[in-house]
């Protein structure tokens, strides 16, 4: 079956709270023992499956689950497992023979042998909550993950659907992170319990997955597939910021996830009357408060070392201009309450209302949107070299917006041709992006060249390379005038 559950990490100052809410009178507390098997080389974290086998009370349960959207939903299959008094458990594939996750564990092990990779000690309170449109077992869990010595401290609130729609249960879900401050986490505990068995505490980025929709899709229905799709991403990194470590890359998948969001609200909302005006500015807003930490990242990664070697080795970068971190921005409630109603909307089911724009084919509405921005894109690449510095980053945007739209697209008109066409907008991009690193560093740079001999270098030495990355970006933007259109 699929478990369509959502997890929160609960800050230590709202523990007392959350547990006197999920303790009613008709809760149930229990304490689950689990030990989790794998292979020797991790075949079935690598398949994203996780097998344990665990103790719920005084009875064993085996449980396989599979990879799922990324979100909530997970392929879950349980088999009952008799153990006499004193023997330790092992898994056994075959209890999950027949279903479609035990078909998946096969294909991953192969002939592989299982061995206790890492277990987990919970203790777990749980209630049945009954809402409109729902209904939801709530699970308040607090113990460990275990594994050679190591331990990672769990105290997380689950919402499991057990009737009613994902979308109904997002909004109840809201409710609590607005009460007790609760953020939102799509790492499983297998996911965390193999990382501590491998003895590393962060997880790989998480890149946009690729999206095919069906070409007789209706435009409410592929959007709403959309906006799934860019939340996968936003949330596997947004989860590594808000609850742990991370590194530059997963800010900058975060960022893009967000950005590949924003083009579809901005260029495609009329297809999702569901679609609230405030979530633009929200979006926005967070964007740009995460942009500071990443522009530091860029610059870090890319123009200080090459200024270090063009003769200024002591060089560093200013400091930001106050905003709050990223994880703080990430864990905020603001977000958090924001990520559930975007994860509402994408779960709903409603047909569109005949005759409005949303029930009409997806792959119209695309079209119209492509030309447009096509239009604006081939004008302003002709006159790069003599427009202002903000009409060039105007035709940045637009020409990343282009190129989500265009991945958008994959599946509904001719693969071929929309890669041809994709290969010189992403070219044009990177030649852009370097023109805004260092419009970026220059403007960093003023603050401190009054005082700072090596800001003064890095300035002179900036300007001139300015002036060829402008070359540079007329050179790689020509392509896209001459550029064939797939639509």
Known sequence: MTEIELKFQVPPQARAAVGKAVATASATRVRLQARYFDSADRLLAQ??????VRREGRRW????KGAGDGIWQRLEDEAPVELARGQLPAADPALHDGSAAGAALRQALGDAVLVNTYGSDVRRCLRLLRARGCTIEVAFDQGHLLADGRRWPLCELEFELKAGSP?????????????????????????????????VSVGAPVKAQALV???????????????????????GNASEIAHGDSTPEHLHQVRVGLRRLRTALRELQPLLPAAQPAWQPALRELFAGLGAARDLDALAQTLLPALHQAGAPGLQLPA???????????????????????????????????????????????????KRLHRQVRRDAKRFASIEDEQRHTLRKRIKRLRYLCDFAQGLFGDKARRRFVKPL???????????????????????????????????????????????????LDPLRAARVFW
């Open 167 to 199: 979308a109904a249960m997002a909004t109840v879900a809201a409710r609590w992170v607005q009460r007790f401050g609760l953020t939102l986490d799509v790492r499983s505990k297998s996911e965390r319990g193999d990382r501590l068995a491998r003895g």
């Open 61 to 64: 349960v085996q449980t396989l």
């Open 213 to 235: 929709l069906p070409a007789a899709a209706d435009g409410a229905t592929a959007l709403r597939a959309i906006v799934a799709n860019c939340m996968a991403q936003v949330l």
């Open 426 to 476: 992403a070219a044009a991009q990177d030649a852009l992006g370097h023109f805004n690193d260092i419009c970026v560093a220059q403007s960093l740079f003023r603050r401190t060249a009054a005082d700072d001999g090596e800001a003064m270098f890095a300035l002179g030495w900036l300007a001139r390379e300015r002036e060829a990355a402008i070359e540079r970006c007329v050179c790689a």
């Open 47 to 52: 398949a994203r499956l996780a097998l344990r």
């Open 320 to 370: 930001a201009q106050a905003a709050a971190p990223p994880p703080q921005l990430l864990r905020a409630g603001a977000t958090n309450i924001l990520w559930l109603e975007l994860l509402a909307c994408a779960a709903d089911e409603s047909p569109a209302a005949d005759g409005s724009s949303a029930s009409k084919p997806f792959v119209d509405a695309l079209r119209e949107r492509l």
